[in-house]
C-alpha cells in the first residue's frame, strides 16, 4: 500500500520558473526521502531528511519537513528542462529499511 | 565504480511461468531491497536481504522469492506468473547501519510483461 501521496499528480511550468510539489504521509517516520525517475526507468535519490529536521537544501533543491502535518515539499528552483521526470517521496519507519512511496507527480518544463 | 546493475533489462513471459530477475549491488553495499512499480503508481516493497537471508517482506504472496549470494548479488524470482506481476521491478541497494538509515541506490529496473 502507499504510505502518501503527491500533490499534484502533474505539473507543467516554463523553463526557469520554479516548481513546488508536495507529499504528504500517514504514520510517524525516521526520514523522507525524495526521488527523481525519467521514463520509468531507474530512482535517482535528490535529497533525505531526517524526522528532527525542518530544511534541507541541496543546489536547486530545497526540502521542508513538516512532522506535525505529516507533510513534506520539494521546490526545484530555476527549472531545466532535464528536470522533465516524475517525482516520488518516500518514507522510512523506525525500526526498518523499506522504503515506502507516493504516488508521483509528473512534472513537464516546456522549453 | 559500477552502480546497481540488473539483468535482463526486458522480459516477456506467459501467463503460469516462472521468472528470474538477477541483482548486482553497489560496490561495498551488503544490503538488496527488490520493488515492483506497476504502471502509473510508486515502487512498492517486496523484501530485503541481507547476510543471505531475507530481512524484511512486503505484502506479497509466497510466489515471490529470493536469494542473497555470498557476494551480495540478489535473485528475484516469480512462480506462477500473473498478468498482475507486469510491472517495473527494481532492486536497490545499501550499506546495513543500525544507528542510521542509509541511502538506497536503486538500479534501472527490469520490465516484466506477462501475456
Known amino acids: 500500500s502507499q504510505q502518501g501521496e503527491e500533490d499534484p499528480q502533474a505539473l507543467s511550468i516554463q523553463e526557469g520558473e520554479n516548481a513546488t510539489m508536495n507529499c504528504s504521509y500517514k504514520?510517524?517516520?525516521?526520514?523522507l526521502q525524495w526521488y527523481r525517475q525519467n521514463s520509468g526507468r531507474g530512482l535517482v535519490h535528490l535529497i533525505l531528511i531526517r524526522s528532527n529536521e525542518r530544511e534541507k537544501h541541496s543546489g536547486r533543491l530545497r526540502v521542508t519537513l513538516d512532522t506535525s502535518k505529516k507533510s513534506s515539499s520539494l521546490l526545484i528552483t530555476a527549472s531545466r528542462a532535464a528536470d522533465t521526470a516524475s517525482y516520488f517521496c518516500?518514507?522510512?519507519?523506525?525500526?526498518?529499511?523499506?522504503?515506502?512511496f507516493g504516488t508521483g507527480t509528473r512534472l513537464t518544463i516546456i522549453p | 565504480d559500477a552502480g546497481v546493475t540488473q539483468s535482463p533489462t526486458h522480459l516477456i513471459k506467459t501467463r503460469g511461468q516462472q521468472v528470474t530477475l538477477r541483482c548486482s549491488p553497489k560496490?561495498?553495499?551488503?544490503?538488496v531491497s527488490w520493488y515492483q512499480q506497476a504502471l502509473g503508481q510508486g515502487p512498492q516493497f517486496i523484501f530485503q536481504?541481507?547476510?543471505?537471508?531475507?530481512?524484511q517482506r512486503g505484502n506479497f504472496p509466497d510466489r515471490f522469492s529470493g536469494h542473497q549470494f555470498p557476494n551480495y548479488s540478489s535473485e528475484l524470482n516469480v512462480n506462477a506468473l500473473l498478468l498482475g506481476d507486469s510491472a517495473l521491478y527494481l532492486c536497490a541497494s545499501s550499506l546495513l547501519n543500525y544507528f542510521s538509515y542509509n541511502e538506497q541506490f536503486f538500479g534501472p529496473g527490469t520490465r516484466l510483461t506477462v501475456l
Open positions: 504514520t510517524s517516520i525516521n526520514n
Open positions: 536481504y541481507y547476510e543471505e537471508e531475507e530481512r
Open positions: 560496490s561495498g553495499h551488503d544490503t
Open positions: 518516500a518514507t522510512m519507519n523506525f525500526g526498518n529499511e523499506k522504503l515506502t
